[in-house]
């Protein structure tokens, strides 16, 4: 009745409102005046033609051919920055690649027409104040991430290094510039601007690039970590300021007339430090929470970070600078800090900052490099940045009395220019001091020296190998039955720690559990790591502490996380790797078989072991294929945990449908001994009293407590029997065995700890 209530009001209210409508246009029709329809725009031909003219003209139309550039910047960015990834490079190179893909270096060669329409000279200047948008957020996050306590820690040192790596490259670069002034510099620039430019160009060093570098090798917690880090972060201060001075020279003219620009920039500097900071620190203590950043508190510092911007543009030092410098006086609470760049980090990393990289990709023309004297310069421009760098930053490295290996991997760092490099760029291209040929040619060196990165790392370890354990792995204690606990969720951490506790409870003085957790290097920064880190252990140490039980925590950036618990696990005196199972939120859908299609086909991995013909191309496991080639390469025992509500592990049981199986029993003797459970054995072939190798170990197990093993010599898993479970332990083999042939007692199954042998 209810509904049919419903059906008749909205009948007559849709009927009636309709009506009156027709009635207004009808009557509003009549007041046209004869000239009306001469205004209007008369399409001839038939409706597909006029339809076709209005898909045309909303196809081309300004606000569509710029979304249409982000979508396509967005999925272009990303694909070539996984395959920079894949291939052990940053991810911004191949964000910095795709800008050149998608220009005329590429793209406009091949593709004249589509880039054309997707790139038309009317819409680059719309794509330009977008990605002046992103750069600004960017450089405010960049701002943020310097941690002025490290520096004080570290200054002397640091600016020992840090201003070697700039003056020395700098030096190079002003001689590189007095070799081709002539023959490139733009008409009407003098000397001392373009020598300027080429030399702060040269000695600039990606700080944001080195940071992530640093995370993903693991050093975040090192000495020289810390050292690098406080380099960069000295070295990017020190040349930010030099820059401003040196835009200021070239806007006025000469050094004399710049005079009051930096007077002005000065003034500016001061007033940002000694009287915004100390009013930024007190609201930023007080609205430290995520509740307390309302939206007119959010507004206040973007407010200050766009008059920040504005000041120093309309000083004439860029508004890049003054978005650094609001990120630098943000309050130094590292709880605000990190609320705050969560707000504002994916928006511009993921959105706008491809843009940035796109646009500089769209000046770039390498095709202007087309004589082999043009290469022998861009040569040259790369062996002074790499000379003036890596040699000023290594010697000074081991001036400061760090070691060889340190120094080189200091120098190595410092050499990574990434997108710092491209900012400064842009600002030169901009204000007329680069022409398109040396704007060719710096991008090029930029690409190359942050590419060189990661292989040079991999030389000095080659050549000047670290101590077999690092510092997360010091004093690694020889245990008789060591557990490494793999997790992604604190809370299925928190169950694999109680069942490994369960392994080893009454022996724990003789045994060694470490709880692994590695995370998408993306998803940090230098404010966050600490905070997500203790995060991310806090509820693993919160249940240690209610079992009275010490674990070892590693913790750190990963860009492959299945090779990185591998490599853990092996190079570790391991004897269990324990991970956790979860099923995709796609799973079951057609997007989910999409997606499972196309990471089949793009795992390095099995494309290599098809070729090698160890596997066949497509995925058949009853795992996810990640999990499957963890659980082929491990050479420990192997231990998935499908946790179902795992609350407490008083009653166990233990199926051996094979002989194979028997390797299950010393596990089982594991948790009798330790945590005195209802232990019931399966033995359906009753194989077990055959086996003469076996009678130590089951004697052993029934002289524990005789009336919590019982043995179980049913063929088949009944519903109410596995009810009554908390615990199902079971070899890899025979489980994949039961979800092969759909076994009805899958379903009533308790929580299952996978064994692999």
């Known amino acids: 009745m209810r509904n049919l209530r419903n059906v008749l009001f909205y009948t007559i209210t849709i009927g009636a409102f309709s009506t009156l409508l027709y009635f207004f246009i009808r009557q509003g029709t009549l007041l046209e005046t004869p000239g009306t329809q001469a205004h209007s725009k008369v399409i001839v031909g038939s409706s597909w033609d006029q339809f076709l003219d209005t898909f045309g003209h909303n196809i081309t139309h300004p606000l569509a ?181 040196v835009i200021a020279i070239v806007k006025a003219g000469s050094f004399f007339s710049s005079i009051y620009t930096i007077i002005l920039a000065a003034t500016y500097v001061f007033v940002m430090l000694k009287v915004l900071k100390p009013i930024l620190k007190r609201v930023g203590d007080h609205y430290s929470y995520k509740e307390g950043l309302t939206k007119p508190v959010v507004a206040l510092f973007f407010v200050i970070l766009l008059l920040s911007s504005y000041c120093t543009e309309v000083i004439g030092i860029h508004a890049l600078f003054g978005a650094f410098m609001a990120g630098v006086i943000m309050p130094s609470n590292q709880s605000f800090r990190n609320i705050f ?156 720690l109680r069942l490994a506790y369960n392994l080893i409870r009454k022996q724990s003085a003789e045994q060694h559990i470490t709880a692994l957790h590695l995370s998408p290097s993306s998803y940090l920064n230098q404010v966050n790591t600490e905070e997500y880190q203790y995060e991310t252990f806090r509820p693993i140490s919160e249940e240690a502490q209610k079992l009275d039980l010490t674990f070892e925590s590693l913790f750190k950036p990963s860009q492959n996380i299945e090779h990185d618990i591998i490599e853990t696990a092996n190079s570790g005196d391991y004897d269990m790797l324990m991970i956790g199972i979860g099923h995709t939120v796609f799973e079951g859908t057609l997007l989910g078989r999409i997606l499972g299609f196309t990471s089949k086909i793009i795992s390095r991995e099995r494309l290599f072991d098809t070729i090698t013909g160890k596997e066949k191309l497509f995925h058949s496991d009853v795992f996810d294929e990640r999990t499957t080639h963890i659980i082929k390469s491990v050479k420990a025992p192997v231990g998935i945990l499908i946790e179902k509500k795992l609350e407490k592990v008083e009653n166990i049981l233990v199926p051996l449908f094979s002989k194979a199986d028997q390797f299950l029993l010393p596990f089982a003797h594991k948790l009798a001994v330790a945590g005195n459970p209802n232990l019931t054995i ?60 759909h076994s009805i007692w899958l379903s009533y199954s308790p929580s299952v700890l996978i064994v692999r042998g």
């Not at 796109?358 to 390498?366: A, C, E, H, N």
């Not at 490099?369 to 930053?393: C, E, H, M, R």
């Not at 070691?403 to 600002?427: A, F, K, P, Q």
């Open 682 to 741: 399966m033995d359906s072939g009753r194989s077990l009293a055959d086996q003469a190798e076996l009678a130590e170990t089951l004697k052993a197990l029934k002289e524990i407590s005789p009336e919590k093993i019982t043995f179980y010599y049913e063929n088949t898993l009944e519903k109410d029997f596995l009810l009554g479970k908390d615990l199902m332990l079971i070899s890899l083999e025979s489980w994949k065995k039961a979800v092969e042939s």
């Open 65 to 245: 051919i710029l979304l249409l550039q982000i979508i396509t910047i967005i999925i272009v960015a990303r694909i070539l920055g996984w395959i920079c990834k894949s291939i052990g490079q940053p991810t911004v190179i191949g964000e910095i690649a795709a800008g050149i893909f998608l220009g005329p270096s590429l793209a406009g060669m091949f593709f004249p027409g589509f880039s054309a329409f997707l790139f038309p000279a009317q819409s680059l200047g719309n794509l330009q104040f977008l990605s002046q948008v992103g750069l600004i957020l960017f450089m405010f996050i960049i701002g943020m991430e310097l941690d002025f306590k490290v520096l004080k820690n570290k200054a002397q040192e640091a600016v020992v290094i840090s201003h070697a790596s700039i003056i020395l490259p700098f030096a190079l670069g002003v001689g590189v510039a007095l070799y081709i002034y002539q023959q490139f510099a733009p008409d009407g620039i003098s000397f001392l601007s373009f020598s300027l430019f080429i030399g702060i160009a040269l000695s600039i060093t990606a700080f944001p690039v080195l940071a992530r570098i640093v995370q993903e090798r693991g050093l975040s917690r090192t000495k020289l970590g810390t050292m690098v880090i406080t380099c960069a972060a000295t070295d990017d201060i020190t040349a930010w300021c030099i820059l401003a001075a």
């Open 341 to 496: 760049i969560e707000k504002v980090e994916d928006v511009s990393m993921v959105l706008l900052l491809p843009l940035f990289f796109v646009f500089t990709g769209l000046r770039t023309q390498i095709g202007l490099l087309n004589d082999p004297y043009l290469w022998q310069v861009t040569g040259l421009i790369i062996l002074a940045a790499v000379t003036g760098k890596f040699i000023g930053s290594a010697v000074a490295a081991r001036f400061v009395h760090q070691s060889w290996r340190d120094s080189l991997i200091i120098g190595s760092l410092m050499n990574t220019r990434g997108l710092m490099e491209l900012v400064v760029l842009n600002i030169g291209y901009d204000i007329g001091v680069l022409s398109p040929e040396i704007f060719a040619m710096m991008v090029i060196m930029a690409l190359a020296t942050t590419c060189m990165t990661g292989p040079a790392l991999d030389l000095i370890d080659k050549f000047l190998p670290a101590k077999k354990w690092d510092e997360l792995h010091e004093a690694a204690e020889e245990t008789r039955f060591a557990i490494l606990i793999a997790f992604a969720s604190p809370q299925g951490g928190k169950k694999m």
